[in-house]
């Protein structure tokens, strides 16, 4: 069974800086692509960045700059850090993977957690 729990996140005020991470435990045989969504209310889950199992990252325009994605592979976790916030970032974000298991491959998301930036 793998469990995949995020972490970070909270509130901040604009142009401040938050931290996520997602963390994917148990039987894991490898680990393909790694990504990130959020949902604000109101609104449909959205892209927001995505890192190939070679490291390979790309960006929703509207956090080209100002996020980055990173991944430790020894440890099968992901993270998002996010400068320069926007109240506009305001959202709950997910965390999702690719992740092969001794018996499927399918994608897994986190539980969601929530980033608000207001003043």
């Known amino acids: 069974q793998v469990r995949f729990v995020e972490s970070g996140g909270g509130s901040v005020q604009p142009g401040g800086s938050l931290s996520l991470s997602c963390a994917a435990s148990g039987s894991i045989f490898e680990i393909w692509d790694m990504e990130w969504y959020r949902q604000a209310p109101g609104k449909q889950r959205e892209f927001v960045a995505k890192i190939t199992f070679a490291g390979r990252a790309s960006y929703d325009d509207s956090v080209k700059g100002r996020f980055t994605i990173s991944r430790d592979s020894a440890k099968n976790t992901v993270s998002l850090q996010m400068d320069n916030l926007d109240p506009e970032d305001t959202a709950v974000y997910y965390c999702?993977?690719?992740?092969?298991?001794?018996?499927?491959?399918?994608?897994?998301w986190g539980q969601g957690i929530q980033v608000t930036v207001s003043t």
């Open positions: 999702n993977a690719d992740i092969v298991t001794p018996s499927l491959r399918k994608h897994f």
